[in-house]
């Protein structure tokens, strides 16, 4: 069975980077059949969906938040990475990483990680 845990600071200050990484393990984030996405739950949004990465390395991003957000991978280490720039506060909640057939269906899921935006 596929498992995430999802690592990553838990404090970040405001217009700076986030980058949090999800490593797996009981699956392989090079399975053609698999996506590997970042979700979210912000107290303004709810859940949001943030993007993934598929297994052939392909992106996707949510529009309103594709000029900040970055999706990548690294194959040796079996994880992949979110990167968001030019946090603010409504920035803040809990990050999860998430897998499965298809970006709208996520099977496997990470405990998550809080994060907050704060100077």
């Known amino acids: 069975q596929v498992q995430l845990q999802e690592s990553g600071p838990e404090l970040v200050r405001p217009s700076q980077t986030l980058t949090l990484t999800c490593t797996v393990s009981?699956?392989?984030?090079?399975?053609?059949?698999?996506?590997w996405s970042w979700i979210r739950q912000t107290p303004g949004k709810g859940l949001e969906w943030i993007g993934y990465?598929?297994?052939?390395?392909?992106?996707y991003g949510l529009t309103s938040l594709k000029s900040r957000a970055a999706v990548s991978r690294d194959t040796s280490k079996n994880q992949f990475t979110l990167q968001l720039q030019s946090l603010t506060s409504e920035d803040t909640g809990k990050y999860y990483c998430?897998?499965?057939?298809?970006?709208?269906?996520?099977?496997?899921w990470g405990q998550g990680t809080q994060v907050t935006v704060s100077s």
């Open positions: 009981g699956g392989s984030i090079t399975t053609a059949t698999h996506y």
């Open positions: 990465i598929t297994g052939s390395g392909k992106t």
């Open positions: 998430a897998s499965g057939p298809s970006a709208a269906r996520l099977d496997y």
